[in-house]
């Protein structure tokens, strides 16, 4: 009787055990699942550094072209700001429109080394 | 010498001073456009900017000259002109015994091959004298500007362009001037020569012949006495262009250029704007 005890006790210990390994696989599940979702955001982070130091770069060139426009330097700071605060969405909106405009004042710098002469009163 | 390096001589000579852009032709130019689109208003009127083309803004201006919100400024200047240095200079050890020198700057200053504007001369002074420079844009700079401007009034503009050097500097002046710049996609042209005389928002818009007579000014806007190189950076920053650093060369040269168009011109600063 006290083996067949035994061999009860033992088993339900086995059975808990079980059941103890089996929650602690689904709590290990959790966070595998939130690495995924964590996956996706450093690539949407990734995207926007790319698009903000494609931005840095282009407002930088119309700068030392000396046609840098006020309205692009202020897109790129909050394109920067909105990537830090993670509203992406506007972030990329605003980096892109930055590299836009900084692109525009770059075509200017070139068209207007020549150009001007054109206006000098004679 | 034979005559067919005679005629190449000839030949580099007329195509290098075709090149070259004669400044005294340019500033006749400039004064034939404000001419002909004010042909009742005096040449020497437009030492007074935009009040010699609207006879009511002239009526208010000169009512607020009875008493000028840069008087101060000019007492201030005077006493700071007059305060020894440490060493026990003035500026005057710098400039002479009268401060009315005004009319010669912008000067090019051949040793640094640079365009030397009177706040870099009173600054350089300073330097000199083992005293720290003082801010270019608005303050103790300004006024000293202020007071050095009034002793000045009556004499005209002198300004030199004597070398290849200080062409290029008055042929980059030139350039900023009719560059296009900004989101606005403006010259200085477009509103000082092209849109002279009309309104932008309740302002009408001055003409830049004799834009640099009455240098420094008192502007309702800023409250206090600033200098042209502060309105540069507004101008700069209205068509949507990222400005220069006051005294920068950018602004120097263009200053040299505003101001040999005024050539001859009265002084009459320091000025007051609403």
């Known amino acids: 009787m006290k083996k067949l005890t035994l061999l009860v006790l033992l088993s339900l210990l086995l059975m808990a055990c079980g059941n103890s390994e089996q929650t602690a696989k689904q709590t290990n599940t959790e966070p595998a699942e939130s690495k995924t979702l964590t996956s996706t955001d450093t690539a949407e982070s990734t995207d926007i550094d790319g698009l903000i130091q ?3 770069d282009l407002y930088a060139q119309s700068l030392a072209a000396k046609h840098a426009w006020t309205v692009n330097r202020d897109l790129l700071k909050d394109a920067q700001r909105l990537a830090q605060d993670g509203d992406m969405d506007q ?3 605003n980096a892109e429109e930055a590299i836009k405009l900084a692109k525009l004042a770059l075509i200017q710098a070139d068209a207007e080394k020549d150009l001007w002469q054109k206006r000098v009163p004679q | 010498m034979n005559l067919t390096k005679l005629i190449a001589l000839l030949l580099v000579t007329v195509v290098v001073s075709a090149a070259q852009a004669d400044p005294e032709a340019d500033r006749l130019a400039f004064r034939e456009l404000y001419q002909q689109k004010f042909p009742a208003v005096d040449l020497a009127e437009f030492k007074d900017g935009v009040y010699a083309i609207d006879e009511k803004m002239r009526e208010q201006w000169l009512e607020m000259e009875d008493f000028p919100a840069y008087e ?16 026990g200079k003035t500026y005057a050890d710098c400039f002479g015994d009268d401060p009315g020198i005004k009319h010669n700057y912008p000067i090019f200053d ?24 003082l ?17 000045t009034r009556g004499k005209s503009f002198d300004i030199k362009i004597d070398s290849a050097a200080a062409q290029e500097a008055y042929e980059n002046g030139k350039q900023f001037y009719y560059t296009r710049r900004g989101q606005m996609n403006f010259e200085c042209r ?5 849109n002279v005389g009309h309104m932008l928002r309740a302002e ?11 240098w420094p000014v008192y502007r309702g806007s800023w409250q206090y006495v600033g200098n042209i190189h502060k309105r540069f950076q507004e101008c700069n920053i209205q068509v949507r262009a990222v ?12 200053e040299y250029f505003l101001t040999y168009m005024s050539n001859g011109m009265e002084l009459n600063g320091p000025g007051s704007r609403r």
Not at chain 2, 204 to 214: A, W
Not at chain 2, 243 to 254: D, I, V
């Open chain 2, 204 to 214: 009408k818009i001055s003409p830049s012949l004799g834009h640099t007579t009455h």
């Open chain 2, 190 to 194: 477009s509103c000082h020569q092209q």
């Open chain 2, 135 to 151: 801010p270019w844009l608005v303050g103790e700079l300004a006024e000293i500007s202020a007071y050095m401007a009034f002793s």
């Open chain 1, 91 to 93: 972030a990329i909106a």
């Open chain 2, 110 to 133: 051949e040793s640094v091959a640079e365009v030397i504007t009177l706040e870099v001369a009173i600054n350089k002074c300073r330097e000199d004298n083992a005293e720290k420079p």
């Open chain 1, 54 to 56: 494609q931005a840095e």
């Open chain 2, 243 to 254: 400005p220069f650093e006051a005294q920068s060369a950018e602004y120097r040269n263009l």
């Open chain 2, 72 to 87: 101060i400024a000019i007492d201030e200047g005077e006493e700071l002109y007059e305060t020894p240095f440490a060493n």
